[in-house]
């Protein structure tokens, strides 16, 4: 089978020399590697936005257990609602990511890199398998790597088996190991206690091609595009209703104007920016900006036309996080079955203000008391259109009270 | 003689994420450069200590008095931090974190109880009544529930979330000891981390997710028909009336109220440790005489002290073990070595499962509770010239596998149901309140003859480490014709008893009696063979530490050497049962053990072969002596090799 490529801009990717980032890499001190990282202000690309050169740091400064070694997890379970881009990079640009993984097994110290594959990708597998195997023929992996005395490193896939909440990096980890895909608790964080108990680096695949990028250009270079606290470009994954859905790249800052512009959007009600995690914002706030200062994202953007119900699509977010919660804490376990239950009352014309209120309450604690970032992000959909589209939504019925 | 005590290493037995469990003080050197001897500022609600580095927020806030409400957070657990009960607010953090599970490792701020953590406290419980069914006076654990306790606690008056009016799933009552209703489950997963780390037995585990996660067996199936071995570890931690013992009081209440029925109970020494928690007195008060006193009122026709089989049980083990050592060393036949105890049927079962091969070493020997149902229901109803048929035998024990031990099929050597029902504790402080007893208040009265001797040898068995002091006692005086009290002071052999996981110890027999003891004279000739001989013993409770035990047999390691080891199902023996009071933590366990020994000490026999009931019935009954032939068909059992995978 041969995938269609929904690319839709020329991605940066296309114009840096194959293996050059690894040379470069080979050629630095770890510590050196790691500082251009930083100097590049990199941020995860999954949508937490944690600076990558400092997750680097803390698992590098890492001590480890006697008999243990550190780990590069490369987090390819990508299931937001509405992204696809990681699957866009794995499928045109594997080499890219196994070479930012390389890299940051160098910059770590780590020999054993794992590429956490989401289970509807098992189609991608005999491909990124060709592409270990051809990495490894060609001593990009392996012994002594690329000839650098002592540094060993090896990438093996491990499938995923299509749990959203395996995305959350403890929760991927535990998975990893063999258990029931649930968060952690952090502190202690996967740097210092990760996949076996060993200090663990897990990067989104985004990240890791712009690593390569990164080292084979320079952190300045990546730093040029952007914003001042969102350096570098990303890849948008634009779905919905809009004329040219598919994978975009923009240097952060983009407004989300420019976006609809771009992608064939421009009549839209709203967006949601970030996915059924992310935030809905309605056609007054385009001009605001994608990056981590303002709208912060992991590149799923979901456009809304004038006719779109907005309380069907917040139904719509709701059951996917009633579906896929991992029922572990009790705020998100019940916290977002009791928000389904008002969507449906309110559509019902049954919710009361009050309990709307009482509804909307609940949100906030799910926010702060979630174990994790599932169920800390999972009222947000709810939250942000029941704040721009209340009158669209109490207008629909009569409201009880 | 001298005993050196090499303790062993088994401490940490959790399977639990490396990530979950707290790192007390590890971190205290290398990465803790700058915390002068690993210590770390905290200040909590205003007030500032040093705690050392990796405390949790929970432990420093105890320690400083100020209490953070909890639920799925248990002492004798791995950390869970899933029900957000107990979570606070840390300077600097955007969101609350839970207390139970936050380890300190950098100079931090907390608050306890603003309006934010008040706010997410309160949802969090109208969270899970929204999902808990179950009126509060028709539950088991009326007025000892977690979750009834933490609704008063935050003011819950209304339901603001819903809540669930008609029961959703079924009650699983398929198994002889533990009842599960998942309409009342909080999903806390404390019966899960008891059954997996304290018990390494994982029969027990969260299935499914989201609003369809359940606690769940293998595939679904009913209690009874999977690997559980009834120790009710997880009775003992569940928060709420999701689990609990299948009640036998209202079948008791039925044989009491017969006019034909002479109903006879026997009481385990564990109760007595415990029972007086169920009235309000703090753990450790021991209960023994107002409890005969108030077992008469509720109309039980004799009330027998446990403690008589117990010793029975040390004559028939404690002489099979010296038969395997003649054997072994003197007639140069194979005998399994090490012999295990049988007394705990939870720990039985476990072997059965999880190590079949092991069976030849268990004891053939019946626990007290059955010994003493097999002597009640023909000794003793020869003696009295009742019918046994109309004989009810009940059992006190501190346990829920007693009510699957009393049910195998193979327990009925008398010819009848050698033991009809097993009582918890905690069923029978109902059935005494039931009959408008104050139990404190009770005069104190003494056990019934012929089984009415108190000994400290039968006491101990309540404890960890107790069967084993028991039988040395015994054994140590047969075989070197000395008194106990010569060999360790007061008779209190020491290096046998304490909380560790595992013990493990070496007594070198360095003299022996030139006479055997007539009651087995005619077993072994002489203790020549004794001689230079150091006997290796083992003390392990709690199946995860057994499981240690067995797997260091299965390699060959020192346990493998060892002659003779106890083995307890439940973590601190039978004081911790699965069916002692609710809850249960280490500071009770250690409680109800001072009790015990407390009530060793007073006792004016102490040794099993000293108990003159049991003298009594070698002489008059069982007049083959031990592992005779009239003993083996009453006091001695089989074993069903179960296996761990099921159909």
């Known amino acids: ?304 036309g004038p006719g779109r119900d907005m309380l069907t699509v917040a139904k719509n977010f709701m059951e996917f996080f009633v579906e896929e919660s991992c029922g572990q804490c009790t705020p998100c376990r019940a916290g977002n079955a009791r928000l389904l239950e008002g969507i449906e009352m309110l559509e019902r014309g049954e919710c009361s203000m009050a309990y709307l209120r009482e509804l909307l309450g609940l949100c906030e604690t799910m926010q702060v008391a979630s174990k994790c970032g599932l169920g800390q992000s999972s009222p947000n959909a709810f939250m942000s259109i029941l704040k721009h589209f209340r009158d669209e939504i109490m207008g629909r019925t009569a409201v009880a009270h | 003689m001298s005993a050196e005590i090499r303790q062993d290493v088994v401490g940490d037995t959790s399977r639990a994420p490396v990530s979950q469990i707290p790192k007390l003080g590890k971190k205290a050197t290398g990465e803790a450069a700058g915390y002068i001897g690993g210590q770390v500022s905290a200040t909590i609600d205003g007030h500032e200590l040093k705690v050392p580095l990796g405390t949790t927020i929970l432990e420093a806030a105890k320690s400083m008095g100020i209490r953070i409400p909890t639920l799925c957070h248990h002492p004798d657990l791995c950390v869970a931090g899933v029900c957000r009960v107990c979570v606070v607010e840390v300077e600097g953090q955007r969101t609350l974190q839970a207390a139970c599970a936050y380890p300190i490792t950098a100079p931090i701020k907390v608050y306890t109880h603003t309006q934010k953590v008040r706010r997410a406290r309160r949802h969090v419980v109208d969270l899970l009544l929204s999902e808990h069914y179950g009126e509060c006076y028709t539950c088991v654990r009326n007025n000892n529930c977690e979750l009834q306790s933490l609704a008063k606690e935050f003011g819950v008056d209304f339901f603001r979330f819903g809540h669930v009016t008609e029961p959703r799933f079924e009650i699983d009552s398929s198994s002889y000891s533990v009842i599960r209703d998942p309409n009342k489950c909080v999903l806390c997963r404390r019966c899960v981390r008891t059954c997996i780390d304290v018990q390494e037995v994982g029969a027990l585990e969260a299935s499914g997710r989201s609003i369809g996660t359940r606690i769940s067996t293998y595939l679904d199936k009913p209690l009874g028909e999977v690997v559980c071995i009834n120790c009710g570890q997880c009775i003992n931690r569940c928060p709420t009336g999701a689990l609990h013992a299948k009640d036998a009081s209202d079948d008791v209440w039925r044989a009491i109220e017969d006019p034909t029925k002479h109903v006879v109970i026997q009481t385990a020494p564990s109760p007595r440790a415990g029972i007086g928690e169920c009235f309000g007195l703090p753990p450790g008060v021991p209960m023994t005489f107002q409890m005969n006193t108030a077992l ?44 295990f105890t049988s007394c705990s049927p939870g720990w039985v079962k476990f072997l059965e499962h999880f190590y079949p091969e092991y069976i030849p070493n268990l004891s053939s020997a019946k626990s007290p509770q059955q010994m003493f149902g097999a002597v009640i229901k023909t000794y003793y109803a020869q ?15 501190p346990c829920s596998a007693k009510k699957f031990e009393c049910n195998r099929p193979e327990m009925d050597a008398s010819g009848f149901k050698d033991v009809d029902y097993g009582l918890t504790t905690r069923e029978l402080a109902q059935m005494i309140k039931e009959a408008g007893i104050h139990l404190p208040d009770m005069p104190k009265s003494d056990f019934d003859d012929p089984f009415g001797t108190r000994t400290g040898s039968g006491v101990i068995f309540g404890a960890m480490g107790g069967v084993m002091e028991a039988a040395l006692r015994t054994v140590l005086e047969l075989v070197t014709g000395k008194k106990v009290e010569n060999l360790f002071e007061n008779a209190n052999i020491v290096p046998v008893r304490g909380f560790d996981g595992v013990r493990y110890v070496e007594l070198p027999v360095t003299e022996v009696s030139p006479t055997v003891e007539p009651l087995i004279a005619h077993l072994v000739p002489n203790w020549d063979f004794l001689k230079g001989v150091t006997l290796k013993l083992a003390v392990a409770h709690g199946t995860a530490n057994a499981k240690k035990v067995l797997e260091d047999i299965k390699a060959g390691g020192p346990f493998s050497k060892c002659h003779f080891i106890e083995f307890m199902a439940c973590p601190g023996g039978c004081l911790g049962g699965g069916g002692q009071p609710i809850p249960t933590s280490p500071e009770i366990r250690a409680a109800r053990a001072k009790a015990i020994y407390d009530e060793d000490a007073a006792s004016e026999v102490r040794k099993s072969h000293e108990n003159p009931a049991v003298v009594e019935l070698y002489r008059e009954f069982l007049t083959d002596g031990p592992c005779g032939h009239v003993s083996h068909r009453l006091l001695h059992t089989h074993y069903t090799p179960r296996g761990k995978y099921i159909d």
């Open chain 2, 296 to 339: 008469r009122l509720a109309g039980f026709d004799k009330v027998f002290d446990t403690n008589f089989s117990a010793d029975l049980t040390i004559i028939e083990e404690g002489t099979e073990l010296l038969l395997r050592l003649y054997k072994a060393l003197v007639a140069k036949e194979p005998v399994a070595f090490p012999q």
């Open chain 2, 383 to 397: 003696k009295t010239g009742i019918d046994p048929k109309d004989i009810v035998t009940v059992a006190l024990m």
């Open chain 1, 1 to 304: 089978m041969t995938p269609v490529s929904s690319k839709k801009t020329p991605f940066t990717f296309d114009s840096i020399e194959p293996e050059s980032g690894l040379k470069a890499a080979l050629g630095k001190s770890r510590a050196d590697i790691i500082a251009e990282i930083s100097a590049s202000n990199l941020r995860g690309r999954g949508g937490a936005g944690f600076p990558t050169g400092t997750k680097w740091n803390l698992a590098a400064a890492a001590k480890v257990p006697p008999g243990g070694r550190k780990f590069v997890v490369c987090n390819a379970d990508e299931g937001e609602p509405g992204t696809f881009k990681d699957r866009v990079i794995l499928t045109e640009y594997a080499d890219l990511v196994f070479e930012g993984m390389t890299i940051a097994g160098l910059a770590i110290g780590a020999a054993d890199g794992i590429l956490y594959l989401r289970g509807e990708y098992l189609y991608l597998r005999p491909h990124l398998e060709g592409v270990l195997a051809r990495r490894r023929a060609a001593n990009l992996l392996g012994k002594n790597v690329a000839g650098r005395d002592g540094f060993d490193f090896d990438i093996r896939i491990q499938m995923g088996s299509g749990a959203y909440v395996c995305g959350e990096e403890t929760a991927l980890i535990e998975s990893l190991e063999g258990n029931r895909g649930e968060p952690r608790n952090r502190p202690p964080f996967p740097v210092d206690t990760g996949f076996d108990g060993q200090p663990t680096v897990v990067n989104n695949v985004e990240t890791l091609a712009w690593v390569a990028c990164i080292l084979a250009r320079s952190g300045q270079w990546f730093k040029s595009a952007g914003t001042a606290k969102s350096a570098g470009f990303k890849l948008f994954s634009v779905s919905g209703d809009c004329t040219a859905p598919g994978v975009y790249e923009f240097p952060l800052g983009v407004t989300v104007q420019e976006l609809l512009d771009k992608v064939g959007g421009s009549g839209a009600k709203a967006v949601q920016i970030g996915g059924a995690s992310g935030h809905c914002i309605p056609a007054s706030e385009f001009s605001r900006r994608i990056a981590f200062e303002d709208i912060a994202t992991g590149g799923s953007i979901i456009v809304f």
